[in-house]
T-cell receptor, first 114, second 114 residues
Framework: GAGVSQTPSNKVTEKGKYVELRCDPI?????LYWYRQSLGQGPEFLIYFQGTGAADDSGLPNDRFFAVRPEGSVSTLKIQRTERGDSAVYLC????????????FGPGTRLTVT | GQQLNQSPQSMFIQEGEDVSMNCTSSSIFNTWLWYKQEPGEGPVLLIALYKAGELTSNGRLTAQFGITRKDSFLNISASIPSDVGIYFC??????????????FGQGTILTVHP
């Protein structure tokens, strides 16, 4: 079946611009996660959704970052006033149940802020 | 916050050799996972460990959950060229406010020479 998909695969934007990154989880998966991966590092947790609500947003670095999942399926990560330090690969993962140990990752969106 | 130290950072081996890598934590996890990531892709789950002392195999891969719950090991036997990639350990503490938040190590880059 279809895995987690993310769009766009690459995004180049200028410093100060607003960007939206989209994640389509595996059909039927109730939990959705966003991670950020900098070059040469492991992914770092940003936010976790169970259904429509953000159950844990402790990893969001500051208030420029926001994520929504209005219908409990597709999620959008929104970054305002982008900075060069926001450049990274943004990964989305989904799992079948709340607190599932098996998270399935998408290919990521590579964000470059110039 | 919690950090995972993964070693070695990189390995260059000959096809057919066995590989060992490990991961240590400053704090306890109740689940350990090992992922593999290839260029342009998200991490793919290889093995999940749920109990301290547990030893689990998946084909040529064997992983162990340390009895202190602060470490884990991954072994790959008889390596082949398609084992090339970056291997990440990840710890998870289900329950409380952590939910499905994974904490990743920095990764071990594996290169296999034919």
């Amino acid at each position: 079946g279809a895995g987690v998909s993310q769009t766009p695969s690459n995004k180049v934007t200028e410093k100060g611009k607003y960007v939206e990154l989209r994640c389509d989880p595996i059909s039927g998966h109730t939990a959705l996660y966003w991670y950020r991966q900098s070059l040469g590092q492991g992914p770092e947790f940003l936010i976790y959704f169970q259904g429509t609500g953000a159950a844990d947003d402790s990893g969001l670095p500051n208030d420029r970052f926001f994520a929504v999942r209005p219908e409990g399926s597709v999620s959008t990560l929104k970054i305002q006033r982008t900075e060069r330090g926001d450049s990274a690969v943004y990964l989305c993962a989904s799992s079948l149940r709340r607190v599932s140990y098996e998270q399935y990752f998408g290919p990521g969106t590579r964000l470059t802020v110039t | 916050g919690q950090q995972l130290n993964q070693s070695p950072q990189s390995m260059f081996i000959q096809e057919g050799e066995d590989v060992s890598m490990n991961c240590t934590s400053s704090s306890i996890f109740n689940t350990w996972l090992w992922y593999k990531q290839e260029p342009g892709e998200g991490p793919v789950l290889l093995i999940a460990l749920y109990k301290a002392g547990e030893l689990t195999s998946n084909g040529r891969l064997t992983a162990q959950f340390g009895i202190t719950r602060k470490d884990s090991f991954l072994n790959i036997s008889a390596s082949i060229p398609s084992d090339v990639g970056i291997y990440f350990c990840a710890g998870l503490n289900a329950g409380g406010t952590s939910y499905g938040k994974l904490t990743f190590g920095q990764g071990t880059i594996l290169t296999v020479h034919p």
